[in-house]
């Protein structure tokens, strides 16, 4: 996984892998792999190549789209994106449905400015919640479907945001009803679809959880030292929470990453750790 070979065949030697092949850098350099939103499986990767490749120094991981991970049972061969670590698998009733994986991608307290501020667009939750049902009705076949995000929808009437969805799914939107008396009847059930949804997104903060201490149950698990890192404002970036890794006390690691950095710049000697100070 991700792991290239020495020397990638057609090349250049300034292009060559900084990895160096699965034993290690070469001239002993270091490596910081960083995952900014890796989605779905990808962060699960990230953590293994980690894992495996003594080239690299270090892991800065923050994830997203948790509804894309890949999970039990797999195909033999393939591993899964949750669970990873062994405790985790271990655990009785860890499965994560979909819908559960989906929930803990929002963000909780923008959600709850919505909320509180009375905010037109909370009538998109109950746009989208009849718009999957007019699908479902047309198309039981599609289960999930896709809908791209359609631009101010909470400006727009409902008929004018089903007319902007439905072809994103490949539906013909003049041969679906929009404004018959049972759509007008959906689009009255608004407060109870915020009501589901604001417990929804309540639960959203443990699915969250649970996987990210997987992942740093995982690394642990190796050996690794590791911490989970709220370095964000949740209100800008709803995937706040950063794992860290190293294959050596997070605080040397990340002091000689940026002596490379300080040498490269002054042409000098890294002021030492606070450990070594005299």
Not at 117 to 122: A, E, K, R
Request: hydrophobic letters at 40%.
């Amino acid at each position: 996984e991700f792991l290239l070979p020495p020397d990638p065949p057609g090349l250049a030697p300034t292009t060559r892998n900084p990895l160096g092949g699965p034993r290690g850098c070469e001239e002993g350099a270091r490596v910081l792999v960083t995952g900014l939103h890796a989605c779905g499986d990808l962060s699960p990767a990230l953590l293994r190549h980690f894992a495996r490749s003594p080239a690299v120094a270090a892991l800065v991981s923050v994830p997203c789209c948790y509804m894309k991970l890949s999970t039990l049972p797999q195909p033999p061969g393939s591993l899964p994106g949750y669970p990873l670590s062994a405790w985790v698998a271990g655990l009785p009733g860890h499965q994560l449905s979909y819908r559960a994986r989906e929930a803990a991608c929002h963000a909780l307290e923008e959600y709850a400015g919505r909320l509180g501020n009375g905010s037109g667009c909370l009538r998109v939750h109950c746009y989208r919640a009849v718009l999957e049902t007019l699908i479902r009705a047309a198309n039981p076949g599609k289960k999930r479907p896709g809908v791209q995000t359609v631009k101010k929808a909470h400006a727009l009437t409902f008929p004018q945001y089903a007319r902007l969805g439905l072809p994103r799914v490949g539906l013909d939107p003049a041969a679906v009803p929009l404004d018959s008396e049972a759509v007008g009847a959906m689009l009255e059930q608004q407060q109870k679809v915020v009501a589901f949804f604001s417990l929804t997104l309540l639960l959203a903060p443990l699915v969250e959880t649970l996987i990210l201490l997987d992942r740093l149950l995982y690394l642990r698990e190796h050996g690794f030292q590791c911490a989970l890192l709220p370095l964000f404002d949740p209100r800008f970036s709803p995937r706040n929470l950063v794992l860290v890794a190293a294959r050596t006390p997070l605080g040397a690691t990340l002091w000689g990453l940026d002596g490379d950095s300080s040498e490269d710049e002054d042409a000098g000697v890294a002021e030492p750790p606070p450990a070594e100070r005299r």
